[in-house]
């Protein structure tokens, strides 16, 4: 019987191994009286003995003990000594090695964990290659990929620049911009872009990427506006450069740009006369400190140098507000602009004095006007101040530089009511208040202006129909449908040998609003006819007896209050006309007019309505 635990050869019926003091278990090996009973036939003793016989290595079965272990133990040996846990002593004094005890491999179990571990190897580089910024860098630089982050673009970018690879550079940092246009330093990366843009002669690109920075990321630092000074110093653009220089300093403060900007232009042009108000026409004369060539505008308006004038001589000043701007010019740099306000006031004389008090006289009565100068006048040495001249009227309309010039000879007042009015003029064309008196004469009577009662002999404007015109002056000519656009509604025209008359619609019919005669048998208002003279005309109707005016006209009467007015107009030396006009209940206006060819009536001619004819 041998010990399972050691190998130890043991007596029969042994419950305890001596060796190792493992305890036996009631099985036995081959025979005995277990081996009846499973059937097995029991071993002899040769047998038994037989198997405890040495064999050579080569027919040693794996599982059998060896040969060392079937030794008696040597006297003296206390084979009980042997503490749990302990190996026993062989005869020599050596432990027996304890067999161990042989156990199944779990080989799927093996490959799960291999399996988990390859993937958590893979799932641990993809998430290097993909979360970590050396890791994006990786993927950009040998891979080739795109699909990385901005960071890693701008760094693979910066190191392809910095090898020469300009245009693979370029592409890597506009990608990186469109991938994160916000970042909290897009300003140095772009810096980066418009860097690589210049190395690669993309020199619009580069000031695009200036432009950009300066006026949509940060008008406040100095580094794009350093760059694009360089830039467009470099190609010569120095109009381009001066203004921009301006905008720098103005929007970073630094007197860098200031400074740098002063010692490049030519100095700004110098006035000799200071800006403000003056009481004199004045000659503004313009210098250049470098003798430079100066262009000038006198306004708002246009643009510096192109649009100015080159100085040549004094600028002139009238009365007025005037803005001169001026620029000094030296090849194609501009010198800032001189920038000057003026105000001319020019002086204005007094109004001129009557000699007759305004009032009610029962005759006719002579007046005159004088001009009196003001204290501030009368010692002035300035000829165009002392230059007056004084228009007035007697009509109540306020004297214009058209209208009579008084002469200094005394003149008639008309019987009845009368305005005089009169202003004083400059020599520098300055207008002094009206002068304005008002006089009634009650002696003596004067013809009525023309009015409603006044018509032809024959017919009545707006009245006479278009049918009992044609009974009195026959068939027509011709008969033509009109648009007038001074009269409501289609109109007729009717044409004779001795001119035409027009008619329009009206509730009572067509009735005759306008008509132009050369009958010598027709007879006008106040049995006026052709071949009476200019004289006998205005004879016949009210005349104030007022002077003619600068283009030879004479008024002959004005009320402003209804719009009734007389007036000779001088047309040229051969031909004039006289005009009398009144306002109708319903505010058109009736119009005669006589037609004097060498101061004799040719042609009459009287309408009614606004608009022109």
Wanted: hydrophobic share 35%.
């Amino acid at each position: 019987m041998v010990c399972e635990q050691c190998g130890s050869i043991l007596p029969d019926g042994a419950a305890i191994c001596p060796q190792c003091g493992a305890e036996i278990r009631a099985r036995r090996e081959g025979g005995g009286l277990s081996g009846r009973r499973q059937g097995r036939p029991e071993k002899s003793a040769a047998q038994r003995m037989g198997s405890l016989l040495p064999i050579d290595d080569s027919q040693r079965q794996p599982h059998a003990l060896p040969a060392a272990s079937l030794r008696r133990p040597r006297a003296g040996v206390n084979r009980g000594s042997a503490t749990e846990g302990s190996h026993p002593l062989r005869r020599d004094g050596r432990a027996h090695a304890r067999p161990v005890k042989k156990r199944m491999v779990n080989w799927a179990l093996l490959g799960m964990i291999g399996i988990l571990l390859a993937f958590m190897a893979v799932a641990g580089g993809y998430a290097f290659l993909k979360f970590t910024d050396q890791g994006q860098l990786i993927m950009a630089r040998r891979m080739g990929r795109e699909d990385v982050n901005a960071n890693a673009l701008w760094q693979y970018g910066q190191e392809l620049l910095d090898n020469g690879d300009i245009t693979p550079a370029i592409r890597k940092f506009e990608l990186a911009y469109e991938k994160e246009p916000e970042r909290e330093d897009i300003y140095d990366r772009l810096l980066q872009l418009a860097d690589a843009y210049e190395v690669g002669e993309r020199m619009a690109d580069a000031e695009r990427i200036y432009t950009k920075l300066f006026t949509d990321v940060d008008k406040t630092r100095t580094d794009a506006y350093t760059q694009m000074i360089r830039l467009l110093e470099s190609q010569g653009r120095h109009m381009e450069l001066a203004s921009f220089l301006l905008v720098a300093y103005e929007n970073t403060g630094d007197n860098f740009f200031r400074r740098q900007r002063e010692e490049m232009l030519p100095s700004m042009p110098t006035a000799d006369q200071e800006a403000g108000p003056r009481l004199r026409e004045q000659d503004v004369r313009l210098m250049s400190a470098e003798d430079y060539e100066i262009y000038y505008i006198l306004g708002e308006e246009g643009s510096l140098p192109e649009d100015g004038t080159l100085y040549t001589q004094p600028i002139h000043l009238n009365k007025g507000s005037h803005i001169l701007r001026a620029v000094a010019v030296s090849s194609d740099l501009v010198s800032d602009e001189l920038r000057l306000s003026y105000t001319i006031r020019l002086p204005s004389p007094t109004a001129p004095q009557v000699s007759l008090a305004p009032g009610t006289y029962e005759k006719r009565q002579k007046v005159r006007l004088k001009y009196v100068p003001a204290d501030d006048e009368k010692n002035t040495t300035d000829e165009k101040q002392k230059d007056i001249t004084i228009y007035y009227t007697i009509d109540s309309q306020t004297p214009t530089s058209n209208s009579p010039i008084y002469d200094g000879e005394p003149f008639l007042l008309p019987l009845g009511s009368c305005v005089l009015k009169a202003v004083a003029v400059n020599g520098y064309g300055e207008v002094s208040n009206v002068m304005e008196h008002t006089y009634k004469i009650t002696g003596g009577t004067f013809k009525k202006f023309f009015n409603e009662s006044d018509n032809f002999s024959d017919f009545v404007i707006m009245k006479t129909v278009q049918e009992s015109f044609v009974n009195k002056f026959g068939v027509p000519l011709e008969e033509t449908e009109i648009e007038d656009l001074t009269m409501p509604g289609d109109c007729v025209k009717l044409v004779y040998s001795w001119g035409e008359a027009r008619f329009c619609l009206t509730e009572s019919g067509r009735v005759i609003y306008f008509l132009e005669t050369t009958s010598s048998s027709m007879t006008g208002p106040r049995k006026t006819k052709l071949g009476m003279s200019e004289k006998e005309i205005t004879e016949l109707y009210r005349d104030m007896g007022q002077a003619h005016d600068q283009n030879g006209d004479r008024s002959l009467y004005y009320d402003g209050k209804y719009g009734n007015y007389g007036k000779l107009y001088h047309l040229d030396a051969f031909n004039d006309r006289i005009d009398y006009a009144y306002t109708r209940a319903d505010t058109n206006l009736v119009t005669i007019s006589y037609h004097l060819e060498n101061s004799r009536v040719v042609k009459m001619t009287i309408k009614c309505g606004n608009g022109e004819w």
